[in-house]
């Protein structure tokens, strides 16, 4: 069993930056990727950036490419979200998700299927206002 938990959320001005962590913990640290999500106030949870763990291969929203860079530190167990030049509709609890049970993951991207994950963190709240 794994355990996430985001941090970094906060309010920041339309343009502005921050980094999210997901810091990951458990008996085992073995799965096959890390996804990060949001949802927003009345809408459904929506992918935003994965990385599996065994060749570092990343995928983006089309919603947030090139602004929204997705990075890990093995030493510390930790996934990061840089956003970047934010905009109002990126407001949202973001969560990170753990895929630990999808074989099928070893031979193909990660994507944004909720069900693609096992193990959710509680979410961090973002807030892009001026």
């Known amino acids: 069993q794994l355990q996430l938990v985001e941090s970094g959320g906060g309010l920041v001005q339309p343009g502005g930056s921050l980094r999210l962590s997901c810091a990951v913990s458990?008996?085992?640290?073995?799965?096959?990727?890390i996804g990060w999500f949001r949802q927003a106030p009345g809408k459904e949870r929506e992918g935003v950036s994965c990385?599996?763990?065994?060749?570092?291969?990343?995928s983006y929203a089309d919603s947030v490419k090139g602004r929204f860079t997705i990075s890990r530190d093995n030493a510390k167990n930790t996934v990061y979200l840089q956003m970047n030049t934010l905009k109002p509709e990126d407001t949202a609890v973001y969560y990170c998700?753990?895929?630990?049970?999808?074989?099928?993951?070893?031979?193909?991207?990660?994507?944004?299927?909720?069900?693609?994950?096992?193990?959710w963190g509680q979410g961090t709240q973002v807030a892009v206002s001026s």
């Open positions: 458990g008996f085992t640290l073995d799965y096959y990727a």
């Open positions: 990385m599996k763990s065994s060749d570092g291969s990343t």
């Open positions: 998700a753990a895929a630990q049970k999808d074989v099928s993951l070893l031979f193909r991207l990660c994507g944004f299927s909720k069900d693609e994950y096992d193990y």
